[in-house]
């Protein structure tokens, strides 16, 4: 290699995540703008904070619309209409549910079930009003919470892309906590490691991609166990719980990482056949399912390449 091809890798905490950018040329300067763009970013969207523009529509649930920045407002429309697919397990009203589980923070407990069904009734998506004259939202019911945290990242990841691309440079990654978006085709394309469910630093299988984002959710990145039973922190909108199926994670390839966001909870969702069926009406997205029983299922394989580094598991391609 010569140093040319030289990669630097620069890292940050933001949004409680580890935060890892590779350029292809020194230049901290430009590192530190990325950062400084990221945490612009999570300041307007947080949720972990009491204050950014997203608990400022929080704060005033049951009581009056508010109105945010462009980007924030298109964000939650783009929340809205991921959560109104049929049978949709994306649900960006789900905030009353998250900050009572806790789940990935101090305090994590089962709530009683009267009081999961009584928060469910304050996560109806249909009850978020839009005005798009006025950039507003509206919670029509008090005790509503907006959460972005199955989208937010996707939605920067792509920011984090169109502005290395508008400062001139022809290759990088961003990697936020498991979002990896990339921009360029460096010689052998990018490679993104999958990583194996409750095993921190091995893989199983590599992907390489070239200008594609790579997104993974997983049941093993935050969780507690409580009487020998796991919860992560994915729920279920229609229960109220922690989805429960045959997966341990779901990791979506597509141009843009708000697709792959969206999409990683959506498949969730749905589990490997519906998922992979889905999918079949979107050459632009498509999965890698690995199920709690070591099978890794690839609904299509056009837009990367998947190598198996784990031999304790099954590769299934549905490509066609
Ligand atoms: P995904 O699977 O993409 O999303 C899961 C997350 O989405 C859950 O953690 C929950 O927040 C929400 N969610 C759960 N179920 C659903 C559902 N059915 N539909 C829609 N959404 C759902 N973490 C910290 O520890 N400290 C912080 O200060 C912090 N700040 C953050 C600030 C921002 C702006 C963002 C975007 C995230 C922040 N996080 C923070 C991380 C956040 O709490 C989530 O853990 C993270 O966004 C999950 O991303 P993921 O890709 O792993 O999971
Ligand atoms: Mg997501």
């Not at 109806?124 to 989208?151: H, K, N, Q």
């Not at 919860?231 to 994670?249: A, F, K, Q, V």
């Not at 792959?260 to 399912?289: H, N």
Request: aromatic share 8%.
């Amino acid at each position: 290699m010569s140093d040319d091809d030289r990669v630097y890798s620069y890292s940050a905490v933001l949004m409680g995540s580890p935060i890892l950018l590779k350029l292809f040329s020194h230049d901290e300067a430009l590192a530190s703008r990325v950062f400084r763009l990221i945490k612009q970013y999570e300041d307007l969207l947080t949720v972990n904070r009491a204050d950014s523009q997203v608990m400022d529509i929080n704060h005033a649930a049951g009581s009056h619309p508010v109105s945010v920045s462009r980007p924030v407002y298109e964000l939650i429309r783009c929340a809205k209409a991921a959560s109104a697919f049929p049978g949709s397990a994306f649900n960006l009203a789900i905030g009353p549910l998250v900050k009572r589980w806790k789940i990935g923070f101090k305090g994590d407990t089962v709530p009683p079930a009267d009081e999961i069904a009584r928060l469910l009734a304050i996560t109806r998506p249909e009850d978020v009003l839009l005005d798009d004259d006025r950039c507003s939202v509206f919670l029509t019911r008090p005790g509503m919470e907006i959460d972005l945290g199955a989208i937010a990242k996707g939605y920067i990841a792509d920011r984090v892309r169109d502005y290395l691309r508008k400062e001139g440079a022809e290759l990088g990654l961003i990697n936020l906590g498991g979002n990896v978006q990339t921009l360029g085709s460096p010689q052998g394309g990018w490679s993104v490691g999958l990583k194996k469910p409750f095993a921190p630093d091995a893989l199983i299988g590599a992907l390489e991609v070239e200008n594609m984002s790579v997104v993974t959710s997983g049941t093993y990145e935050r969780f507690f166990e409580h009487n020998g039973k796991r919860y992560h922190h994915i729920l279920d909108p229609r229960t109220g719980y922690p989805l429960d199926n045959e997966l341990d994670s779901v990791t979506i390839i597509s141009k843009n990482s708000i697709d792959g966001d969206i999409w990683t909870t959506l498949a969730y969702g749905m589990g490997v056949e519906k998922g992979c069926a889905a999918l079949r009406a979107r050459p632009d997205i498509e999965a890698i399912f690995v199920t709690k029983t070591k099978e890794v299922v690839l609904s299509s394989a056009h837009l990367f390449r998947f190598t198996l580094l784990d031999d304790d598991y099954r590769v299934t391609d549905n490509t066609a």
